[in-house]
């Protein structure tokens, strides 16, 4: 009974491939977000999605593409992936934009080699 | 430029004692300031918040300082417990998102 589910877990790819990570939540939240865990640790706010519309777009490169069929799925999307893009991707939801009460999923752990 | 900062990479505490975990912020304009606890193979989970008029803030063991002048908060633990042992990030709310510390694990021994 998972509220904020993704899959895969664990994730690892050849340079140059493409690949998708999906997120759903049954929270009934409107926002939806995607984080990236850099090497230095650091959870860096990637996209955010209200109802379906793209809120935040944090200086990412065009290679990744957010998805938003309806307001419960945000998958993310990665063209051409490359080293520097392993990293352990995290979503949430929160009820509405500007509230604090993240709910996070477990993360997927990409692995670019 | 990382506006929430985690100094602290881990912290080792005595069963019984208090944890101290810090976290210093440059943007004044963060309303809300708040810690989430993770464990290994696991998301982040909410722990605490603080509102920025406030100063203190407590809920059972835990309790959160935030010294707006000095752009600092803390999470006392007091007693820490076993349990207790994961990576906790500071976070700050500002410009409809959360922006996050860099962790700090905290190992807790018997």
């Known amino acids: 009974d998972t509220a904020v589910s993704q899959t895969p877990k664990y994730l690892v790819t050849q340079m140059g491939n493409d690949k998708s990570i999906k997120c759903e939540q049954n929270?009934?939240?409107?926002?939806m977000y995607w984080y990236k865990q850099d090497s230095k640790k650091f959870l860096k706010i990637m996209f955010s999605?209200?109802?379906?519309?793209?809120?935040i777009n944090e200086t990412v490169p065009n290679r990744f593409s957010p998805k938003s069929p309806d307001k419960a799925h945000l998958n993310l999307h990665i063209n051409s992936l490359e080293l520097g893009d392993s990293a352990v991707y995290f979503c949430a939801s929160s009820p509405t934009t500007g509230t604090y009460g993240y709910t996070f999923g477990s993360g997927t752990r990409l692995t670019v080699v | 430029d990382q506006q929430v900062k985690q100094n602290s990479p881990s912290l080792s505490v005595q069963e019984g004692r208090i944890s101290i975990l810090n976290c210093d912020y440059t943007n004044s304009m963060f309303d809300y300031f708040l810690w989430y606890k993770k464990y290994p193979a696991e998301g982040p989970t909410f722990l605490i918040s603080?509102?920025?008029?406030?100063d203190k803030n407590e809920d059972g063991r835990f309790t959160v300082f935030l010294n707006k002048s000095a752009k600092h908060l803390s999470l006392h633990i007091v007693p820490s417990q076993p349990g207790d042992s994961a990576v906790y990030f500071c976070a700050a709310r500002g410009a409809q998102k959360l922006v996050f510390g860099q962790g700090t694990r905290l190992t807790i021994n018997p």
């Open positions: 929270l009934g939240h409107d926002t």
């Open positions: 603080i509102s920025s008029i406030k």
């Open positions: 999605y209200n109802n379906k519309e793209l809120i």
